[in-house]
């Protein structure tokens, strides 16, 4: 019965795998989601700066004043989503490296796990045809006394 003798590591590269698997997918949620602040920040921005052009329009400079402290903390804000997405896109290409990393050292030991049986079933080949040469020999030998 064939057992690869580094069965241990194997399952241990499948675990780490799984679990760098499991931390992208997380990654890619948290980065999707930096992505939609960035998309709504631009959005709400884009709906002050245009309250902001009205009420320069209607010459009511108090609501002016305050339109634009609105869209200047907008835009601030923005920029700090644009900030966190950039670092949070940076996080996901690094997780994407060490996943990679991880299915690489897993598909090695896959491949030395398939070489190693490959070894084991020519041994095994092997030693059945020396047990069949055997037989036939014992075979020849007792027709060649019988005889």
């Keep these: 019965m064939y057992q690869f003798p580094l069965q241990k590591v194997l399952e241990y590269r499948q675990h780490l795998e799984e679990k760098e698997q499991l931390r992208l997918a997380q990654v890619q949620l948290q980065t999707q989601q930096a992505r939609l602040n960035v998309v709504k920040a631009?959005?709400?921005?884009?709906?002050?700066?245009?309250?902001?052009?009205?009420?320069?329009?209607?010459?009511?400079?108090?609501?002016?004043?305050l339109a634009?402290?609105?869209?200047?903390?907008?835009?601030?804000?923005?920029?700090?989503?644009?900030?966190?997405?950039?670092?949070?896109?940076?996080?996901?290409?690094q997780q994407i490296k060490v996943t990679e990393k991880a299915m690489q050292e897993r598909k090695i030991m896959d491949k030395l796990r398939e070489?190693?049986?490959?070894?084991?079933?020519?041994?095994?080949?092997?030693?059945?045809?020396?047990h069949m040469d055997e037989a036939a020999r014992n075979v020849f030998l007792r027709q060649k006394h019988n005889e």
């Design 42 to 65: 631009k959005e709400v921005l884009s709906q002050g700066q245009e309250a902001y052009s009205r009420c320069q329009v209607q010459l009511d400079v108090s609501e002016a004043l």
């Design 115 to 130: 070489k190693d049986f490959q070894r084991y079933q020519q041994e095994q080949a092997k030693i059945e045809q020396r």
């Design 68 to 93: 634009s402290e609105y869209v200047i903390y907008l835009e601030k804000r923005l920029q700090a989503y644009q900030e966190a997405l950039a670092k949070q896109e940076k996080r996901l290409q």
